[in-house]
């Protein structure tokens, strides 16, 4: 297979900027109360008043009498766990079960032993969500003497993929009233996406309000988050990546965020894109290498510090598709009121500039600024019925919803 030709020159830096490495300050979120990860969000007077009606209408004064206990085993990676949680309060509210904090399962891969309260703050989660549903810590005693103190021992309910409320209301339901318990392990994607709009109002509530990050955050005004990973499949990527940005009009003041997992020989192949971007940052160069050791072998922790910064970026670019920028995208999306700058650029597109040989940089910064401007035009994204409320959270997650 022929080599990909070059790619296009850009025209010579204007000015001189080196790459800003400073002792940054770290602080740990007060509760989450400001912001995504304890910073104070530019979209949080917006997201205030289009998610308020939500949130107040239909409150339940007084849960009625509980069903049983709900336990669940969130597997996969960060996201797809925070995905598992939503759903497993909104099935817990389905059930009128009281639902055990959801256990992590530890993945064979990733390796990381990482709790729910390592990650997210318990007592937040159990208090925004308290009149709706009911959540403790973990079994009472007295249910779990009945198990031999096993949790492994409560019968396990495998439950389908995208099981629909019907399903847990007359399969799942009988039993957790017969034993007093339900176990569903693993549990990920195993409810509809289409479920009545109290509930998906409930999924938007957990999503964007309950759960809420107690990993350290860094002090840092990023103007534009990048979430790379390579849309070609070799470590050239972060030069291509570099060019996009580049036609698309972000000069070398720019500062940029790489959100990634330990990128090998990062000094030799993140040289032509910190060429391009001296103020290229990643969490090495923000933090402290004694501020990053307690994140050491931590997948998940490392994945909550990319997302919290990610999130409250002026600009979030992807270039990937999986639950991150999924999550990442619908967040910022109800953050900012559906204004929320991301751009999400057609690869085929991209790959027709990168692989013409006979372009030059007039050529391709036009077709890099149309493609920026396709984005840019696409304004205020509704759900559609088999989109995703997690990237899609308009209009469930930000209007009037009766029930909840």
């Known amino acids: 297979m022929p080599a990909p030709p070059p790619p296009p020159q850009p025209p010579p830096l204007d000015g001189s900027v080196g790459p800003s490495r400073s002792r940054l300050k770290t602080e740990r979120a007060t509760g989450g109360k400001k912001g995504v990860g304890g910073g104070e969000s530019t979209g949080e007077k917006a997201s205030s008043r289009l998610t308020a009606a939500c949130k107040a209408d239909g409150s339940y004064e007084n849960l009625p009498t ?40 530890l993945n064979s891969v990733w390796r990381d032993p990482s709790k729910f309260s390592d990650i997210f703050y318990e007592d937040r989660f159990i208090g925004t969500l308290r009149q709706h549903v009911r959540v403790v810590k973990e079994l009472p005693k007295d249910v779990l003497l009945r198990f031999n103190h096993n949790i ?25 009233v017969r034993v007093w318990v339900v176990r569903i392990a693993p549990f990920s994607n195993r409810l509809a996406q289409s479920v009545p709009s109290n509930i998906q109002a409930l999924r938007c509530l957990v999503n964007y309000e309950a759960l809420r990050s107690i990993i350290i955050t860094f002090k840092f005004s ?34 940029l965020y790489v959100a990634s997992g330990k990128i090998y020989n990062a000094a030799k192949y993140m040289g032509p894109l910190r060429q391009m971007f001296p103020l290229l940052q990643t969490k090495d160069t923000l933090a402290l290498s004694e501020e990053l050791a307690e994140f050491e072998g931590y997948s998940s922790r490392l994945a909550a510090l990319d997302y919290t910064i990610c999130v409250q970026s002026e600009v979030f670019v992807t270039t990937q598709g999986g639950n991150f920028p999924h999550f990442l995208m619908g967040h910022r999306c109800y953050l900012l009121g559906g204004n929320a700058k991301t751009i999400k650029p057609d690869k085929r597109k991209l790959v027709l500039s990168f692989d013409d040989p006979n372009i030059r940089w007039n050529r391709f910064n036009h077709h890099m600024l149309e493609i920026l401007h396709h984005s840019d035009i696409r304004g205020i994204t509704f759900r559609k019925p088999n989109d995703s409320i997690y990237t899609f959270p308009m209009p469930d997650c930000m209007c009037q919803q009766d029930g909840i």
């Open 66 to 105: 509980s069903n049983g206990y709900l336990i669940v085993e969130a597997n996969g990676g960060l996201n797809q766990q925070r995905l598992s949680i939503c759903d497993a309060v909104a099935v817990a509210s389905l059930l009128n079960a009281t639902l055990v904090i959801p256990i992590f399962h």
């Open 152 to 176: 492994s021992s409560i019968p396990n309910m495998q439950t389908k993929a995208y099981s629909s409320r019907d399903h847990y209301v007359q399969k799942v339901l009988p039993n957790g």
């Open 222 to 255: 990023a103007i534009s988050c990048v979430s790379l990973v390579a849309f070609r499949t070799n470590l050239e990527a972060f030069k291509y990546v570099g060019m996009m940005l580049r036609g698309m009009g972000f000069d070398n003041t720019t500062f």
